[in-house]
């Protein structure tokens, strides 16, 4: 083999190496049995979440990565399960010269009624069909709630906040970005609903 075709082929493995862990990703999977009315406290970095509500009584919980392994040194996932509270925190790693795609995906299924306090990075929040008291939060990305029923508090610093449901309690804020809220009927002012945003539109229609 020539001199130049072991250069090319040094080139070619180190590339590969760089690029590797964008290739590849991992995935955590656990299902949580609750006992009592359910709380879900949610701290995820950088992660976007989906909770999803069902007929059920556990917790389902799945973390899919991209471009990271679940372990010590990469993606960490801190449990703390006791009765019928769940605590979880997904912590990622710092970014530095690395090729390929880096994320990080979290899937929730729940129960229909459950209070949740789901607090993200820089990643987008969807919750759907859950009922009871809803906090969420995120620094930078877009808050969407569909067929929620009970209390909602939203804050995002540079994102869109799309709220549909039933609310007993409104608290909605943007800093920038849209706020855009569709209550349903039967929707009820328990005390004065709050809809803001800095720099943006804000839309509140009911149904």
């Given amino acids: ?23 590849f990703g991992d995935q955590w999977v656990k299902t949580f049995p609750m006992t009592g009315p359910p709380e879900l406290r949610l701290e995820a970095q950088d992660s976007v979440v989906v909770v999803t509500a069902e007929d059920r009584h556990d917790i389902d919980a799945r973390v899919t990565t991209a471009g990271w392994k679940i372990s010590g040194n990469g993606v960490r996932v801190l449990e703390n399960h006791a009765g019928n509270v769940l605590e979880l925190q997904i912590v990622t790693p710092k970014i530095g010269f690395s090729l390929g795609r880096h994320s990080v995906k979290v899937e929730l299924k729940v129960p229909r009624e459950i209070d949740c306090e789901l607090k993200a990075g820089l990643g987008s929040v969807t919750v759907t069909g859950v009922k009871g008291k809803i906090v969420l939060s995120a620094h930078a990305g ?29 608290t909605l804020r943007s800093g920038f970005g849209s706020v855009d809220v569709e209550a349903a ?15 943006g539109r804000s839309e509140e229609r009911r149904v």
């Fill in 1 to 23: 083999m020539s001199s130049s075709n072991v250069k090319i082929i040094s080139k070619l493995a180190l590339c590969l190496s760089l690029m590797a862990p964008g290739l």
């Fill in 185 to 199: 009927a039967g929707s009820r002012m328990f005390s004065q609903w709050r809809v803001s945003t800095d720099d």
């Fill in 142 to 170: 877009t808050i969407e709630t569909l067929d929620v029923d009970g209390k909602l508090e939203v804050t995002t610093g540079e994102g869109k906040i799309r709220a549909r449901g039933r609310f007993d309690l409104l």
